[in-house]
């Protein structure tokens, strides 16, 4: 076996083997993805290739929001990262952080990508939140202010400051980094 056989077939393992899952899309429909995917998210692998990512999301509407915040920075640096809520095949819901590169060089950055996702939900489990609490959680532990917040989400800076006031309260936090303290220490 030659050089680059013996490249083609570490990268396989390495991309079979990986403890995060991997996974190729086209405009929004997964293509391809590793094991550790599949198992994350609770589905066959095979029932996953050629499924819009929707079907990993809490709602259609996260979905769509999700595209609409992520597809600048693609266009713009050609990555994107959050962490953010996502749906198992049972309907469970698990904080995971999700990192992505475009792999089109012209047009729409979503044409082709490549993205991992890690499972948070050992240090960062689930608590009963609302659609629009994610939201405005998701944008708090990127380091957002109330201002950008709202320009992201086309909602007043004051509606982002009673959102992040609940959470406070349901979290038992004076601020947000001990907000984000608690989220990430909670027990699982």
């Known amino acids: 076996m030659d050089n680059s056989g013996k490249h ?13 899952g991997i996974v190729l899309t086209e405009n929004r429909i997964i293509r391809a993805c590793n094991p550790e995917f599949a198992r994350m998210f609770g589905f066959d692998r095979d029932a996953l290739i050629d499924q819009s990512f929707a079907i990993l999301y809490p709602s259609f509407e996260e979905f769509e929001r999700i595209r609409n915040i992520g597809v600048q920075p693609l266009r713009e640096t050609g990555g994107y990262s959050d962490e953010r809520v996502m749906a198992r095949a049972d309907g469970t819901l698990f904080w995971c952080r999700v990192r992505g590169r475009t792999l089109t060089t012209e047009g729409d950055p979503l044409a082709k990508a490549v993205w991992s996702i890690a499972d948070l939900s ?64 909670m027990p699982t």
């Not at 083609?8 to 995060?20: F, G, T, V, W």
């Not at 998701?138 to 509606?159: F, V």
């Open 122 to 185: 050992q240090t960062r489990p689930m608590t009963q939140l609302s659609t629009r609490e994610r939201q405005i959680m998701m944008h708090l532990i990127d380091g957002r202010t109330s201002k950008e917040i709202a320009k992201i989400l086309a909602i007043s800076p004051r509606t982002v400051e009673t959102y992040r006031g609940r959470l406070l309260s349901k979290f038992g936090a004076a601020n947000v980094v001990e907000l984000m303290t608690r989220v990430a220490s």
């Open 8 to 20: 083609r077939d570490l990268d396989r393992l390495a991309y079979e083997s990986a403890p995060i």
